[in-house]
């Protein structure tokens, strides 16, 4: 089945490089403003299923280079997802698919999470 594409909130809304938690189709996704470019992902560890913020839209680490779990300190790259550095290494977050129309950003609506 396609995903569909939602609207998530004016761009204005996102402060450039940073993050910020929103929750889609009842699943919790995370996105991440670098200039006129948004990134989005499931907001879920590859490692162990968890969260990876460790305050309410805190996901970048200390110098927002990077995405970082908290829970186990594994470092994702934020253009692809990809782990560089921890427990998960060769793994991916979950990308979603992100559209910019008119001022406004629109998200691929994650699938249910399997049980």
Known sequence: ???TMIFLCPLQDLSNHQSKGFSLNEQPIFVIRQNQKVYAY???CPHLGIQLEWLPDKFLD???DLIQCATH???FSIDDGYCVSGPCGGQSLQALAVDIR?????VET?????R
């Open 62 to 64: 200390i110098d927002g």
């Open 1 to 3: 089945m396609p995903h």
């Open 110 to 114: 994650p699938p249910a999470e399997r």
């Open 42 to 44: 499931r907001n879920r």
């Open 102 to 106: 008119e001022g406004e950003v629109w």
């Open 73 to 75: 300190g594994a470092l």
